[in-house]
């Protein structure tokens, strides 16, 4: 059996130094934004290349508290427009619909998943305020197209890279240094993975820095002195301290997904199966390797047979799900195409060659 996704045997190549880290953690009797959070905080904001880096629960707050950030800066009222991809997983929309802003759904790319340019530019109205992207699957998003936009009409650009850890656009500038902010999630499948929940902003803006800063907190800077009506959404100071470890290889993992994918991409040829699309630069990290194939079903109980893990990435499209049943009218047919269509495979740093070699085979036979 080879497993979609092995957490465990990721992990475990870290074993000595998450004890070590714990039993600091232990003994330093600090366990609320600690010495591990601001160390994680100048870490990865290196590491992204921008400023500012502010830890958070997890990846939906990141980017809810973006928004409310800007709503404090006066850069964002309640209703206003904020174009998002239809193709998405639903933490994007629901971040835009918690801040009280009005998410406007945009049709997906048949080749990327990530926004149709055409229909971005339409969707485009006097009331819309913000866009944001998602770089999904690991992909940066059409960044040129989109800042060039949001410039002409004076948008905030909001990348949501909660699958995009280390992915760099032709500039070399990283995931969460592109638009105006961004939000991360470390939930433990991401390229860098904490073991429990965990998110960030990055952003060069010293203002919405501040903001969020005390969003995170229940409004403050100062103990028990609130200023605004805030939150309790903080990096947890153990995942930080395991963030820290793991960041180091962060960039040898992301190259080994990207290895593995391109034997997928040049050693699967079946007629039956659409493969990404991928230029072979470091715009895509593979945080997920999705497939496309018009007898999902099939394929599944293929794969079954012959001990290959799979995931779907996502079944039901966010305007189809009963939580936005407002939603429901809308129709979107390309995004509803890939969401019946789309199959993850398996994709990790620890998984050896041999096992690529199997998925293949396996692939190559259906």
Same mark, same amino acid.
């Given at each position: 059996?080879?497993?979609?996704?092995?957490?465990?045997?990721?992990?475990?190549?870290?074993?000595?130094?998450?004890?070590?880290?714990?039993?600091?953690?232990?003994?330093?009797?600090?366990?609320?934004?600690?010495?591990?959070?601001?160390?994680?905080?100048?870490?990865?904001?290196?590491?992204?290349?921008?400023?500012?880096?502010?830890?958070?629960?997890?990846?939906?707050?990141?980017?809810?508290?973006?928004?409310?950030?800007?709503?404090?800066?006066?850069?964002?009222?309640?209703?206003?427009?904020?174009?998002?991809?239809?193709?998405?997983?639903?933490?994007?929309?629901?971040?835009?619909?918690?801040?009280?802003?009005?998410?406007?759904?945009?049709?997906?790319?048949?080749?990327?998943?990530?926004?149709?340019?055409?229909?971005?530019?339409?969707?485009?109205?006097?009331?819309?305020?913000?866009?944001?992207?998602?770089?999904?699957?690991?992909?940066?998003?059409?960044?040129?197209?989109?800042?060039?936009?949001?410039?002409?009409?004076?948008?905030?650009?909001?990348?949501?890279?909660?699958?995009?850890?280390?992915?760099?656009?032709?500039?070399?500038? !990283?995931?969460?240094?592109?638009?105006?902010?961004?939000?991360?999630?470390?939930?433990?499948?991401?390229?860098?993975?904490?073991?429990?929940?965990?998110?960030?902003?990055?952003?060069?803006?010293?203002?919405?820095?501040?903001?969020?800063?005390?969003? !995170?907190?229940?409004?403050?800077?100062?103990?028990?002195?609130?200023?605004?009506?805030?939150?309790?959404?903080?990096?947890?100071?153990?995942?930080?301290?395991?963030?820290?470890?793991?960041?180091?290889?962060?960039?040898?993992?992301?190259?080994? %997904? %990207?290895?593995?994918?391109?034997?997928?991409?040049?050693?699967?040829?079946?007629?039956?199966?659409?493969?990404?699309?991928?230029?072979?630069?470091?715009?895509?990290?593979?945080?997920?390797?999705?497939?496309?194939?018009?007898?999902?079903?099939?394929?599944?109980?293929?794969?079954? %047979?012959?001990?290959?893990?799979?995931?779907?990435?996502?079944?039901?499209?966010?305007?189809?799900?009963?939580?936005?049943?407002?939603?429901?009218?809308?129709?979107?047919?390309?995004?509803?195409?890939?969401?019946?269509?789309?199959?993850?495979?398996?994709?990790?740093?620890?998984?050896?060659?041999?096992?690529?070699?199997?998925?293949?085979?396996?692939?190559?036979?259906?």
């Amino acid at each position: 059996m080879i497993p979609f996704l092995d957490l465990k045997a990721i992990n475990q190549r870290f074993e000595a130094e998450f004890q070590s880290n714990f039993q600091q953690f232990l003994a330093s009797g600090y366990y609320i934004l600690g010495n591990q959070v601001k160390l994680f905080e100048s870490n990865f904001g290196n590491y992204c290349g921008t400023k500012h880096c502010i830890g958070v629960g997890n990846g939906l707050d990141a980017l809810r508290l973006i928004l409310e950030g800007y709503k404090i800066l006066g850069k964002l009222k309640e209703n206003d427009e904020v174009l998002v991809a239809s193709n998405t997983y639903i933490a994007t929309i629901l971040a835009i619909k918690q801040a009280g802003l009005k998410p406007i759904l945009v049709e997906a790319d048949s080749a990327t998943y990530n926004f149709n340019l055409s229909a971005l530019k339409g969707a485009v109205s006097k009331n819309t305020k913000a866009i944001m992207p998602v770089h999904l699957y690991g992909q940066i998003s059409i960044m040129d197209e989109i800042l060039e936009i949001s410039e002409k009409h004076n948008l905030l650009v909001i990348e949501d890279a909660a699958q995009a850890h280390g992915a760099k656009d032709a500039n070399g500038n !990283r995931a969460g240094n592109i638009g105006d902010a961004a939000g991360f999630s470390f939930y433990p499948s991401k390229n860098l993975g904490a073991l429990g929940d965990g998110g960030a902003v990055t952003t060069n803006d010293d203002q919405l820095a501040q903001a969020v800063l005390k969003l !995170r907190n229940y409004g403050t800077t100062t103990k028990y002195v609130n200023e605004v009506l805030g939150f309790n959404s903080r990096l947890d100071e153990l995942q930080a301290a395991f963030l820290n470890v793991k960041l180091k290889t962060l960039d040898s993992d992301n190259a080994r %997904r %990207r290895a593995i994918a391109k034997r997928y991409i040049s050693e699967i040829k079946n007629s039956k199966i659409t493969l990404p699309k991928y230029d072979g630069c470091e715009n895509h990290v593979f945080h997920l390797f999705v497939i496309r194939v018009e007898n999902r079903n099939a394929l599944i109980d293929y794969l079954d %047979r012959n001990g290959i893990g799979h995931l779907i990435h996502y079944p039901i499209p966010p305007h189809q799900q009963k939580a936005l049943s407002h939603l429901a009218h809308l129709q979107f047919p390309v995004t509803e195409k890939i969401h019946n269509q789309v199959l993850s495979i398996p994709m990790s740093p620890v998984l050896k060659d041999e096992q690529v070699s199997q998925v293949i085979t396996v692939l190559n036979s259906f």
